[in-house]
């Protein structure tokens, strides 16, 4: 236990300071970590996904493959956790067979708290339930830091407004956490019934009318998944005013979406080749940041 003291997580936006934030997007553009041979002896690192992920697997994948370390991919499907084994004596097994970190994806809100409490090494959260989604919310950041060509000033002043199933959206609420700590202002646009209890942080609208007012507009996904009853029953009228199309849009206005994208639902299919769209920047902006906080959360805090 007293190893964990020392050791960094990122569970949370809570776990960094505003100074680590801007020094961890920045650097992942401004000195993007080398390209490093595989070292067998190092600790791999865990990746265990027990919600489906293309893009957030993917690029941990590709950040380890980066940085020269091993990592092993475990789904829920295939393994022990199907036949009831937790994930906490998953990651003690996986700890035993040589792996030092652990980034895990997990369908239970507030889920991770016990695995970093294990004390088992860093652990890097790669969604719990309608959590958080902390890295999605940093590469993001990177990816508008690159738009304004690394101004901190710029950055701050940028209008952001989020769209969609905000209660449902484990990146809006690690992207709430964000905005207050750099000071963004945060404009959230969704029907009532999708409001969740921290919009009260934020200027909150149920009509997409501020969208014309925002520099950048983040839609979201319609997480049908993780809905019922009133909250299913508002997705037609979302569709009718909410969905977002490229004459929506002015010229100098970017859009977002941290994927995947229900085309037709959230967005009009018009927008993949529209140079507005900063869609798959923010995926190739997912590599570089992940890398960069794998060796950010390996380094021994003193
Ligand atoms: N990929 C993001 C997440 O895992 C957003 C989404 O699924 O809609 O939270």
Known sequence: MLENRFVRHCVSIDDFTESEVLELCRSALKKPPAFRPIDPAKPAVGLVFLEPSTRTAVSFIRACQRIGLNHVLVLSKGTSIEKGETVEDTLRNLKA????????????????QGCRDL???????????????????LLDLTTLLDLVHWDEGRLRALKIGIYG??????????????????????????????????AVDHDWSDSRSAIKDQDVVMALRVQR???DGPAAAVTEAFVNNFRLGRRDLAEHQRLMHPGPINWGVELEPDWLEDP???????????????????????????
């Open 276 to 302: 507005r769209s900063l869609i798959l920047k923010q995926a190739e902006m997912g590599v570089l940041l992940r890398a960069k906080l794998l060796e950010w959360v390996l380094e021994t805090k003193s």
């Open 165 to 198: 199933d905000l209660r449902h959206s484990r990146v809006a609420q690690s992207w709430s956490k964000l905005a207050r700590k750099l000071g963004i202002r945060l404009t959230l646009m969704s029907p009532e019934e999708w409001r969740p209890a921290w």
């Open 97 to 112: 067979m040589g792996m030092g970190s652990f980034v895990i994806r997990t369908q239970v809100t507030g889920g991770l």
């Open 119 to 137: 004390g088992l090494g860093p652990v890097v959260n790669a969604g719990d339930g309608v959590g958080e989604h902390p890295t999605q919310a």
């Open 225 to 227: 998944e993780r809905m």
